[in-house]
């Protein structure tokens, strides 16, 4: 069986790279809600996730060229 084409990767970057500008901006505005600081807290069980997240952007930031 052959094995399915994939699409050209520079679509998948491209849709992956709006999906995730789209999310950051979500998580911006959450940031900015006036109920933030309020549950701080809270919210700070997140902050490895946003950690994982930035390093592994960090990864891919590096693996292109100059």
Known sequence: MPIPRRKPITDSFAEATTAMTKAVKRVEA???????DKN?????????????A?????????????
């Open 30 to 36: 959450l940031a900015a809600d006036d109920r933030f």
């Open 40 to 52: 701080a807290d809270q919210i700070a069980i997140y902050a490895s996730d946003l950690i994982r």
């Open 54 to 66: 930035r390093d592994a952007l960090q990864r891919v930031i590096e693996k292109l060229p100059s």
